[in-house]
């Protein structure tokens, strides 16, 4: 029993220390680079639509490979994009390549997402594209990513783990004098004395 009692403790504990530590990443690295996290090479961006579905659903985390000049000319139809949307500033979009019109530094992307009945209005230029969607993806993590990325969401992410574990610590050290007997050490150092 005391041996289960102490692998739980051990596994809450390195929970607990993870959680700060990913935390910390997600706060350091997005107001570093002033944009979105990265894993692996890989940004990871938050769904707020329902476009893609059910590919890819409303709330959920995406990782999206960033896309030099190279890459692409290497798009096909069919292909799933991340870009700055051409009608509304300061919005990001997940959607799917439909045709490519032009060549070279003309070329524009007309896209759709999954669950639209419509292409997008306005075909999308080269320089807009952010990424491509890299098969990644993780159902509902992006409500905890954008809690996390907010003010209240960096304070509790660091604030609570580390409550939680300096809280188990006193109780585990709490226990431990509480088990802990002063006279039973006296008496063992007066019989040697003796």
């Not at 799917?96 to 019109?101: A, D, N, S, Y």
């Amino acid at each position: 029993m005391k041996i289960a009692l102490k692998i739980v403790s051990s596994l809450i504990s390195f929970v607990l220390v993870l959680l700060l530590i990913i935390s910390l990443y997600i706060m350091v690295s997005s107001r570093i680079t002033g944009s979105q996290p990265s894993v692996m090479g890989n940004q990871l961006m938050l769904v707020l639509s329902g476009s893609m579905e059910p590919k890819i659903k409303t709330g959920s985390v995406v990782g999206v490979k960033p896309l030099d000049d190279k890459k692409k000319l290497t798009l096909e139809k069919g292909d799933i994009i991340t870009f700055y949307s051409p009608i509304k500033a300061n919005t990001i979009v997940t959607h799917r390549i439909k045709e490519i019109k032009g060549q070279g530094n003309q070329i524009e992307y007309i896209t759709q997402g999954d669950n639209n009945k419509t292409e997008d209005p306005i075909a999308v230029p080269a320089q807009s594209l952010i990424g491509k969607y890299a098969n990644i993806h993780v159902p509902y993590a992006g409500y905890i990513l954008g809690f996390l990325q907010s003010k209240k969401g960096i304070a509790l992410s660091l604030i609570l783990p580390g409550l939680i574990l300096i809280i188990y610590n006193l109780i585990s050290l709490w226990k431990i004098f509480k088990q802990w007997d002063p006279s039973k050490k006296v008496a063992s150092t007066n019989d040697q004395s003796i």
